[in-house]
Nanobody
Framework: QVQLVEFGGGLVQPGGSLRLSCAAS????????MSWYRQAPGKERELVAG???????NYADSVKGRFTISRDNAKSTVYLQMNSLKPEDTAVYYC????????WGRGTQVTVSS
């Protein structure tokens, strides 16, 4: 079955960096668009970044120039490099694959605080 497992969250100071990974299995990863979403306490889940199977990318305005999404089809893994982190980036970050009815990972907590 489809599984998405996120890694790499944690506590980081403002201005710091983190790299999230999402390991996918159970489907043909290389032909699907993949996305990262996030949900902060009391807020709706929002799209952070997406990457097509050909490598085209899109980003939320709030993270443009700071976050970079990438993928390694050989490893069935999508990444989110997050630089210049701000307290408002604090959220649970989820990986999403639009396979069949759509699948979500369980999420990984990112906390940006001094």
């Amino acid at each position: 079955q489809v599984q998405l497992v996120e890694f790499g969250g944690g506590l980081v100071q403002p201005g710091g960096s983190l790299r999230l990974s999402c390991a996918a299995s159970g489907f043909t990863f290389s032909v699907w668009m993949m996305s990262w979403y996030r949900q902060a306490p009391g807020k709706e889940r929002e799209l952070v970044a997406g990457i097509t199977y050909t490598g085209g990318t899109n980003y939320a305005d709030s993270v443009k120039g700071r976050f970079t999404i990438s993928r390694d089809n050989a490893k069935s893994t999508v990444y989110l490099q997050m630089n210049s982190l701000k307290p408002e980036d604090t959220a649970v970050y989820y990986c999403y694959a639009p396979v069949h009815q759509g699948y979500w990972g369980r999420g990984t907590q990112v906390t940006v605080s001094s």
